[in-house]
């Protein structure tokens, strides 16, 4: 009896010694893509700006929290076709430009995202959740998810909190110096979106989105609306 | 002194090394950051993001308008957002990102926008 039982162990250890260089392999693979793909526009590594004018430069979302900021599914989709999510740029000030009724987006000065293949892009996202920057600030399962109408919804985000002003609610409807929110609840984790709105500082020190002091029981509220938001087919 | 004394002291002064930096941005700068976004490049209220706000931003060049508001009440204004002072919601407290002496720098740089004072 004991025969098969150790030329079993005997395949598990070899086919681990096959098995477990691929996996290591993959991953350096996902970073080594990381490095030579993203890092020109994204920081990989942190820590987050301290003074504005590092905001200026920021070409890309910080990366180092990826893993607990994004949803995979999105990201390997979203690479391999991206779309802008920000109207303004990473930071609106480099692309802006004065017009005759105000400011105005200087549309030639936004560049196109790379795009990646489809095995890059899965090869990048799994990569991407790896980086678990800033875990603390994250209560896993916070969100539950609850009901609300549009409309309340909009009541809420526009006129008691006013984030409509930096925000779309739909394409070419609300602010632009930041990114849209009919796409986020597809993009971003749910206890995510919770956390930065409890303290977006926390995430970014210099953020130009400001701390609203949003109530408790608002936050899953909000994560609510952009849920509805998110099934609405704006295309 | 003794080395007791300049062991407890040393984090004091990193403290106070570490705040005179946070300060260290300009008027100017901070504006440009977190300002622009509606009031606009020049502080004329037209910033990108007014085309649907409900309550327009206000002018920061009007010195008709500005000279109306103290200082206090822009400080207070920019630290704990419009309803501070009965006005719009859509103007953001900004005290989570901005120290009270970076509050104070926007202060007078919004005094060079407008060339005017209080009163």
Same mark, same amino acid.
């Given at each position: 009896?004991?025969? #098969?039982?150790?030329?079993?162990?005997?395949?598990?250890?070899?086919?681990?010694?096959?098995?477990?260089?691929?996996?290591?392999? !993959?991953?350096?693979?996902?970073?080594?893509?990381?490095?030579?793909?993203?890092?020109?526009?994204?920081?990989?590594?942190?820590?987050?700006?301290?003074?504005?004018?590092?905001?200026?430069?920021?070409?890309?979302?910080?990366?180092?929290?990826?893993? !607990?900021?994004?949803?995979?599914?999105?990201?390997?989709?979203?690479?391999?076709?991206?779309?802008? +999510?920000?109207?303004?740029?990473?930071?609106?000030?480099?692309?802006?430009?004065?017009?005759?009724?105000?400011?105005?987006?200087?549309?030639?000065?936004? =560049?196109?995202?790379?795009?990646?293949?489809?095995?890059?892009?899965?090869? =990048?996202?799994?990569?991407?959740?790896?980086?678990?920057?800033?875990?603390?600030?994250?209560?896993?399962?916070?969100?539950?998810?609850?009901?609300?109408?549009?409309?309340?919804?909009?009541?809420?985000?526009?006129?008691?909190?006013?984030?409509?002003?930096?925000?779309?609610?739909?394409?070419?409807?609300?602010?632009?110096?930041?990114?849209?929110?009919?796409?986020?609840?597809?993009?971003?984790?749910?206890?995510?979106?919770?956390?930065?709105?409890? !303290? #977006?500082? =926390?995430?970014?020190?210099? +953020?130009?989105?400001?701390?609203?002091?949003?109530?408790?029981?608002?936050?899953?509220?909000?994560?609510?609306?952009?849920?509805?938001?998110?099934?609405?087919?704006?295309? | 002194?003794?080395?007791?004394?300049?062991? @407890?002291?040393?984090?004091?002064?990193?403290?106070?090394?570490?705040?005179? @930096?946070?300060?260290?941005?300009?008027?100017?700068?901070?504006?440009?950051?977190?300002?622009?976004?509606?009031?606009?490049?020049?502080?004329?209220?037209?910033?990108?993001?007014?085309?649907?706000?409900?309550?327009?931003?206000?002018?920061?060049?009007? @010195?008709?308008?500005?000279?109306?508001?103290?200082?206090?009440?822009?400080?207070? @204004?920019?630290?704990?957002?419009?309803?501070?002072?009965?006005?719009?919601?859509?103007?953001?407290?900004?005290?989570?990102?901005?120290?009270?002496?970076?509050?104070?720098?926007?202060?007078?740089?919004?005094?060079?926008?407008?060339?005017?004072?209080?009163?």
């Amino acid at each position: 009896m004991k025969r #098969p039982v150790v030329s079993v162990m005997r395949r598990i250890s070899m086919l681990s010694l096959i098995l477990l260089p691929l996996g290591f392999a !993959n991953a350096g693979q996902g970073d080594d893509l990381l490095n030579a793909r993203c890092a020109g526009c994204h920081d990989l590594k942190g820590p987050a700006p301290t003074t504005v004018q590092a905001i200026w430069e920021r070409k890309g979302p910080d990366l180092f929290y990826a893993g !607990n900021k994004y949803r995979r599914e999105w990201l390997a989709r979203w690479l391999q076709a991206p779309v802008r +999510i920000r109207p303004a740029g990473m930071f609106y000030g480099n692309h802006i430009k004065p017009g005759p009724d105000g400011d105005e987006i200087d549309q030639g000065s936004l =560049a196109p995202h790379v795009k990646l293949s489809g095995s890059d892009a899965e090869l =990048a996202a799994s990569a991407l959740m790896d980086k678990k920057a800033k875990s603390d600030l994250i209560k896993p399962g916070e969100y539950h998810s609850g009901t609300i109408s549009k409309s309340m919804g909009e009541l809420m985000f526009d006129k008691f909190r006013g984030c409509l002003a930096c925000h779309e609610i739909e394409p070419g409807y609300g602010g632009s110096s930041g990114p849209e929110v009919y796409t986020v609840a597809k993009r971003l984790q749910s206890d995510f979106l919770i956390s930065y709105m409890r !303290n #977006p500082q =926390a995430w970014d020190p210099k +953020i130009f989105m400001p701390n609203k002091h949003l109530k408790e029981q608002d936050l899953p509220k909000f994560v609510d609306y952009f849920k509805v938001l998110s099934e609405e087919d704006f295309k | 002194m003794s080395r007791v004394l300049r062991w @407890a002291l040393f984090p004091l002064l990193v403290t106070l090394h570490c705040g005179q @930096a946070l300060a260290a941005e300009t008027g100017k700068d901070l504006y440009k950051t977190y300002c622009w976004q509606c009031h606009g490049m020049t502080g004329n209220g037209n910033g990108i993001n007014v085309r649907d706000m409900s309550v327009q931003p206000r002018n920061h060049s009007d @010195a008709k308008e500005m000279s109306a508001r103290s200082d206090e009440d822009l400080f207070k @204004a920019i630290k704990h957002g419009g309803q501070s002072i009965n006005k719009s919601v859509l103007m953001p407290p900004w005290d989570g990102v901005l120290s009270d002496d970076e509050i104070h720098a926007l202060v007078r740089y919004l005094r060079e926008l407008c060339q005017c004072r209080h009163g």
